[in-house]
């Protein structure tokens, strides 16, 4: 058992912090930019971040390195600098945390898909695993492949992932269908997700963005009714987002968000955190929530 399964186990539920996207271009990141470049170029920004959900009450923070796979950064020209970016967003993220808060390395998706031949499962595993290993170098106490909507490239992220020795979280997107089910982009249900990431050998499983907590209380429900035991980790958005005025709006307030911690846990979420949409305030209010309930 690693260092997050150890303390998930004696504290029963974890908070994650929120977003990092939506603060990352408020202080200036501009569309097109690479937002895992600011690890080097604006260190005190990507810090100031990481500590705002550490100071909100969050138990576990991510690294700014969601888009740090090789096959990435290479649209931006930076392959040959994923080991450095990765390392960098872990190092910021633990000085943040300090040692009362655990720092779970980003993995998300290449942007590639193996279906269509462009790159190879080596490529995408070697680029995972340099990834994995320079988010460990840097200090991460686990890691969380995010955002997966395919099982093959998730299982390859899980693999390169597992051989850090870390504790390995891995979360899908889903959206509703007309049928009111739950599926991937890419067709994955969330039964299938279960059955596949459980035999890819993750820790922890879970869902993360595209949805709300009234949709995401739904989904843990789907979780647990394949029978797992495994951990779910929950990462939010703040309600569905609307388009105003060519704006992207999401409705959840902080206090809306923490009203419905409760029935999240009695679906059976253990690690629960935002995504999109989210502030350090939405963090701190699920916090108190969460101790509340504790």
Partial sequence: MGKLLDILAKKQVLVSDGAWGTFLYQRGLEAGDCPELWNDTHRSDVLAIARSYVEAGADLILTNSFGGSPIK?????????AEELNRKAAEISREAAGSDCLVAGSIGPTGEMLMMGNVSEQQVFDGFLLQAQALKAGGADALVVETM???????LAVKAALSTGLDVACTFTFDRTVDNNFKTMMGVSVESMVEAMASAGAHIIGSNCGNGFDQMIEIVTRIRATGTR???????????PDIRDGQTIFPESPESMAGKVDALLAAGADIIGGCCGTTPEHIRLIAQAV???A
Avoid at 73 to 81: P, Q, V
Avoid at 149 to 155: K, L, M, N, R, V
């Fill in 149 to 155: 909507s395919a099982i093959d490239e998730a299982a």
């Fill in 291 to 293: 101790r509340q309930r």
């Fill in 230 to 240: 495994l951990p779910v980790l929950i990462h939010a958005n703040a309600g569905l």
């Fill in 73 to 81: 950064l290479s649209h931006y020209g930076l392959a040959d600098r």
